[in-house]
T-cell receptor
């Protein structure tokens, strides 16, 4: 069964460092998303991406964040200068353009900023 | 801005009992989703509800959607311990999915 895969599963980084979180969406999907979830809390929308550009972003997605689809399969989230409050689980998701438009989520990357 | 609320936020119930989780949202949408999340895990899709009056059932879970009332329900029948998890509703809005705060369900023996 097709699935969204994310790497790494866990990343520990020092405050101020840059991190890149990687995702491989389901191959025939056209919409891609990043969400984050601080431990035990709400699932928060960061950004959606379609047709090689950002289609929508939240107020959380400031200049420290960027997304890229460097090739036909990967979808990345970069955080330029990490802060302690960036520690969270980051989920990538993808969906198709059909009626269902159901989002399928990857297993997540747990980012710990120390 | 779309707001999605769930209640209750915490639910502790005994095995064999029935209960309903409610999801309200503030702006018109005709697509609502229910997800399950086990601790430390990802979000697993349970139901996709696409129209007013939609009802879906899978095992002991049944979800419904009333778009006029902007309300969805997730009904649990004869709960078992394996259903212990956090349940999120999410509404498709614009180019994203807006999640409710989640209902943490514990089913006790």
């Amino acid at each position: 069964e097709p699935e969204v895969t994310q790497t790494p599963s866990h990343q520990v980084t020092q405050m101020g460092q840059e991190v890149i979180l990687r995702c491989v969406p389901i191959s025939n999907h056209l919409y891609f998303y990043w969400y984050r979830q601080i431990l035990g809390q709400k699932v928060e929308f960061l950004v959606s991406f379609y047709n090689n550009e950002i289609s929508e972003k939240s107020e959380i997605f400031d200049d420290q964040f960027s997304v890229e689809r460097p090739d036909g399969s990967n979808f990345t989230l970069k955080i330029r200068s990490t802060k302690l409050e960036d520690s969270a689980m980051y989920f990538c998701a993808s969906s198709d353009t059909g009626v269902m438009t159901e989002a399928f989520f990857g297993q997540g990357t747990r980012l710990t900023v120390v | 801005e779309l707001k999605v609320e769930q209640n209750p936020l915490f639910l502790s119930m005994q095995e064999g009992k029935n209960y309903t989780i409610y999801c309200n949202y503030s702006t018109t949408s005709d697509r609502l989703y229910w997800y399950r999340q086990d601790p430390g895990k990802s979000l697993e899709s349970l139901f996709v509800l696409l129209s007013n009056g939609a009802v879906k059932q899978e095992g002991r879970l049944m979800a419904s959607l009333d778009t006029k009332a902007r309300l969805s329900t997730l009904h649990i029948t004869a709960a078992v311990h394996d259903l212990s998890a956090t349940y999120f509703c999410a509404v498709h809005y614009g180019q994203n999915f807006v999640f409710g705060p989640g209902t943490r369900l514990s089913v006790l023996p």
